[in-house]
C-alpha cells in the first residue's frame, strides 16, 4: 500500500497516477518529480539550492512560486546513475551539515549557560 505523506492510510491517488501512466505530462510538479526520483519535496528543494536540479521556472521567478520540472529532463536523471548517487550524497551531507551545525549551537548554548 502507497501511503501519502500525511501518514493518513490513505492512498495518494495523485502519486500512483503519475507512476503508472503511459506518457508523463510535459511538465512535472516537485511532488510529482519527488515520486519519480523518490526524494522528499525539501530534499529536492536542497538539490535546486546546491545546483544538482534545475526547475523550468527562471530564478528570478521567486522562491515561493510553484516550481515545474521538464518530464524528459527528469526522466533522464532517473536513468543516470551517477547523478543519482551524487544527489544522495549531496543531500545526506547537507542534512547532516545542518544536523551537526544544530547540534553544536546547542551545545555551545548550554556550555554557557
Known amino acids: 500500500m502507497i501511503r501519502s505523506h500525511t501518514n493518513s ?4 491517488t495523485a502519486s500512483v497516477d503519475v507512476l503508472n501512466c503511459r506518457r508523463l505530462p510535459a511538465r512535472l510538479t516537485i511532488n510529482q518529480v519527488g515520486w ?12 535546486m539550492r546546491l545546483g544538482l536540479l534545475k526547475s523550468l521556472n527562471a530564478p528570478i521567478s521567486g522562491i515561493n512560486c510553484r516550481k515545474y520540472f521538464s518530464s524528459d529532463y527528469i526522466q533522464n536523471l532517473a536513468a543516470d546513475p551517477g547523478w543519482l548517487s551524487q544527489a544522495t550524497k549531496a543531500v545526506a551531507r547537507a542534512i547532516r551539515e545542518k544536523n551537526d551545525g544544530q547540534f553544536h549551537s546547542s551545545a555551545r548554548k548550554n556550555f554557557h549557560e
Open 36 to 47: 519519480l526520483l523518490n526524494f522528499q519535496p525539501y530534499e529536492l528543494q536542497l538539490l
Open 9 to 12: 492510510g490513505y492512498i495518494d
